[in-house]
């Protein structure tokens, strides 16, 4: 149980909401903040501040335009980003081992 190390797995992306956005967002190039809120069943304000977490740690980008008078808000995985997620299952794998084959 070599792989065992709790401590490998990232606090910022282990938090319920901010895993949401980063698995999401990993079987997507971009995504839309409606999009977002929608398949997380959260409110913006929760979202907000979850995504700005990822976004200090350098997770994921956030863009901002205007797209027919409306603002749109998408947001992508960051090379950073995805490397850390990947870390992060790597991490959870060891962590759970033999556990998840059940």
Do not use: C, P
């Not at 990993?26 to 990822?54: C, D, P, Y």
């Not at 901002?64 to 490397?83: C, D, E, H």
């Amino acid at each position: 149980m070599s792989e065992y190390d709790i401590d490998k797995i990232s606090e910022i992306i282990h938090g319920r909401l901010r895993l949401g956005v980063m698995a999401y967002l990993a079987n997507a190039e971009a995504a839309s903040f409606t999009e977002l809120k929608s398949a997380l069943n959260v409110t913006a304000g929760n979202l907000s501040i979850q995504m700005r977490k990822l976004e200090d740690a350098g997770f994921i980008e956030i863009e901002k335009s205007i797209v027919a008078r409306k603002m749109l808000t998408t947001v992508r995985l960051t090379r950073s980003g995805q490397k850390a997620f990947a870390a992060y299952l790597d991490a959870l794998s060891g962590v759970l081992g033999n556990s998840l084959k059940r």
